[in-house]
């Protein structure tokens, strides 16, 4: 099964006694198939589903295909399901411990495993949270102090101001 797919199962679980679904390998290749417009947080959702109505019961690729996967996508609110990707990351201790423990920045190299997860990524708009989500906590580290911030960030002042102006921040 999936990485994330056993993630969210274990979140879900974590204080129950209820047994987790079983995705047979039809189900798990459905999955794996699907384009997920939603990314994690549909994802997430379709394992809430599989925990809700096959709890202890076999999945096959006709119950993805018809119980999991199909719902209206326009009420996926784009604001939220970033900040689920964002958590996820979070919560799948994405970050590299260095042989002290101290917190190792990830590499370049490292995101090549989010293909691991996803048949595909939209690059443009990862990088722009990337870059959203460490303005706001330069700025938060800087009392909001752009001069500060756009150092923290190797960035000049005026760059970080365009950056800051553009994404609404």
């Not at 384009?35 to 599989?50: D, S, T």
Request: overall charge neutral; aromatic content about 10%; hydrophobic content about 40%.
């Amino acid at each position: 099964m999936p990485l994330l797919i056993n993630h969210f199962i274990a979140q879900k679980l974590k204080n129950r006694s209820v047994q987790p679904p079983i995705f047979s390998t039809e189900a798990e290749e459905a999955l794996r198939n699907y384009n997920w417009p939603g990314n994690i947080r549909e994802l997430r959702n379709v394992v809430e589903r599989a925990l809700l109505f096959f709890c202890n019961k076999k999945i096959n690729a006709e119950d993805v295909r018809n119980f999991l996967i199909r719902f209206e996508t326009s009420i996926i609110n784009r604001a939220d399901e970033q900040n689920a990707i964002w958590d996820e990351f979070d919560n799948l201790s994405f970050n590299i411990s260095t042989e002290d423990n101290e917190y190792k920045i990830p590499e370049a190299s490292d995101f090549k495993n989010l293909f691991n997860y996803h048949n595909s990524i939209d690059l443009r708009v990862l990088l722009r949270d990337i870059e959203i989500v460490l303005i706001k906590a330069a700025m938060e580290r800087n009392s909001n102090n752009t001069s500060e911030a756009a150092k923290d960030l190797k960035l000049l002042r005026t760059t970080l101001i365009e950056k800051i102006k553009k994404y609404g921040i």
